[in-house]
């Protein structure tokens, strides 16, 4: 969960949101807790538009969230909202089915599932991009 402050500028609070995300690197479902009893947000990933939104309400308690999911605690919905154009790309973006359609498939720095992982060595024809892709991987480790 990212925490913001109230008097923390829009660079530092961008650089907090941006870090988080830069470290959002493994698939799965994770549980956050707020450090108080005030309303958090949720920022999700859409790989289709390439972009960051925002749910759209405020939630009080620990949540459940996705590999795309992103919660911010301590922002108010109208300054996230005009945050969100300048946060980065969710590495895990780069191994998604519509980064391999872009052309942008690189699967560097993202802890792949066992499964996943195991495409490289099956007995399978593995299309030519993924396969390139799995190789950098897995020279990688």
């Known amino acids: 969960m990212v925490v913001i402050r109230p008097d923390m ?3 530092e609070v ?5 870090n988080a995300i830069r470290r959002q690197r493994n698939y799965g479902r994770r549980t956050v807790t707020p450090p108080g009893r005030s309303t958090w ?22 949540a459940s969230l996705d590999a795309d999911e992103i919660a911010v605690y301590g922002i108010s919905k109208k300054r996230l909202e005009s945050l969100l154009g300048g946060l ?4 895990l973006y780069y191994g998604s089915f519509e980064a391999r359609q872009a052309g942008k498939l690189d ?13 490289r060595y099956a007995d399978v024809q593995v299309d ?10 897995h020279s990688e480790s």
């Open 88 to 91: 980065v790309t969710l590495p």
């Open 41 to 62: 947000r949720k920022i999700i990933w859409c790989n289709d538009s390439v972009d960051w939104y925002q749910s759209y309400y405020s939630r009080r308690g620990p």
């Open 14 to 18: 961008l650089l907090r949101i941006n």
């Open 107 to 119: 699967f560097t720095g993202i802890e792949l599932p066992p499964a996943v992982r195991s495409i």
């Open 9 to 11: 500028t829009d660079a």
């Open 128 to 137: 030519p991009q993924l396969d390139s892709a799995l190789t950098r991987k």
